[in-house]
């Protein structure tokens, strides 16, 4: 096939402005070349009026029927804002090749790694039209978004309908120094609070006619901060708290605030979970006679795919196609393969560098495109041929 063909895709995918939750029209680009594969393509649309979410569900059933193996290729069509237009050196949706680079919004992250996803579909397709195994693909424009209504939606109504995914690639950019040097087979959890520690507020000369609660707050805040939650283990880092943001006062420097506002967040570890992080960060509060209100809201559970059939398969093909010894690895924030992970026991994310994603002026080596696309081919031939 035209070796462009990847470059090709990529840059109309680019050119469809899909700020999150938009799709822009990418996902009826996908299908249409899906649909002439063979796969059987669905759209599920879920979310509120004003927040439309666009999911594709696409099957091709190998020779083997449902008793072969399925691969699931799993991305995001949506892409983060572009901040401050003027900051770009080209329009972030008109796609640019600069000094080897293609520059333009979701290039690395990661419309790049969905169109090498349809490509290696069609040459691995081509080349082995009796395949064993099934090929589907789940693609969804909630990714970068709340992430209700996206790729969790369609997960649940795949477990419904007892749908079995032996295999998942998702293809967040997971590559850090080079093409192919680190493969995500886990993540950790990440759970938030917004803790208010409530006081009295005062007049600054009168201190002993107000309580201060960010005097009250200061002991627990440093215990906390000092607090082993777990050791990890092979695969994760210990568990991480950390403080985002402090809120108190009005601003007024001749008042004692009423209370005092404090964004946290957990990185968590398979060694712990949240309710236990939630008990113990409140035994330390209470310990410290505090009067408080804490909002949690756990946006993803740690989930591992131990090294097995995918992760073999994956490091084999990086290596046949970038001599690259590709790496582990659970660092990194969420994504949606934590979703994936609930239906799928084999699950793990490969994609181009991630040094510019979310950034102004996105960009990926256009030297790197066509072996991503081998190496996804590669993962095919070695899984369900």
């Known amino acids: ?26 996902q009826e680009l996908i299908a249409a070349r899906l649909k002439l594969l063979g796969f059987e393509c669905e759209t599920i649309i879920s979310g509120p009026e004003h927040f439309r979410v666009t999911n594709l569900w696409a099957v091709k059933r190998g020779s083997a029927g449902k008793e072969g193996p399925l691969l699931s290729f799993a991305g995001h069509t949506d892409v983060v804002p572009t901040g401050p237009l003027d900051k770009w050196s080209t329009d972030p949706f008109v796609p640019t090749h600069i000094d080897g680079f293609l ?10 790694s969905l169109a090498a996803f349809v490509v290696a579909a069609e040459e691995f397709i081509h080349s082995h039209p009796k395949h064993q195994g099934s090929i589907a693909f789940l693609v969804t424009s909630d990714e970068e978004g709340p992430a209700h209504d996206g790729t969790v939606i369609v997960c649940n109504e795949l477990k419904k309908r007892g749908e079995k995914i032996d295999y998942c690639v998702v293809g967040e950019p997971t590559s850090v120094n080079a093409l192919g040097d680190m493969i995500k087979n886990g993540r950790r959890g990440s759970l938030s609070g917004k803790l208010r520690i409530i006081g009295l507020q005062g007049h600054i000369a009168y201190p002993h006619l107000a309580k201060n609660p960010n005097h009250l707050m200061a002991p627990a805040l440093a215990e906390l901060a000092t607090v082993i939650w777990d050791k990890g283990n092979e695969f994760f880092q210990p568990t991480s708290w950390q403080v985002s943001n402090i809120h108190s006062g009005t601003g007024a420097t001749n008042m004692i605030p009423g209370e005092i506002v404090i964004d946290f967040n957990f990185r968590f570890s398979t060694e712990n979970t949240a309710d236990k992080l939630k008990e113990k960060l409140e035994a330390i509060l209470k310990s410290h006679d505090l009067k408080y209100t804490i909002d949690w809201n756990l946006s993803g559970e740690p989930f591992l795919t131990a090294p097995g059939n995918l992760s073999a398969a994956m490091q084999a093909s990086i290596f046949e196609v970038t001599k690259a010894k590709a790496e582990l690895s659970t660092t990194g924030g969420t994504s949606d393969a934590r979703f994936i992970a609930k239906i799928c026991p084999q699950v793990v994310e490969f994609g181009p560098r991630n040094a510019t994603i979310h950034q102004i002026n996105e960009r990926i080596e256009l030297a790197d495109i066509e072996p991503l696309k081998n190496v996804y081919k590669g993962v095919l031939e070695k899984l369900i041929a």
């Open 103 to 112: 520059q333009g919004r979701g290039a690395a992250d990661m419309k790049t």
């Open 1 to 26: 096939m035209n070796t462009n063909t990847t470059l090709a895709l990529t840059e109309s995918l680019i050119s469809q402005n899909s700020v999150t939750p938009a799709d822009g029209g990418c």
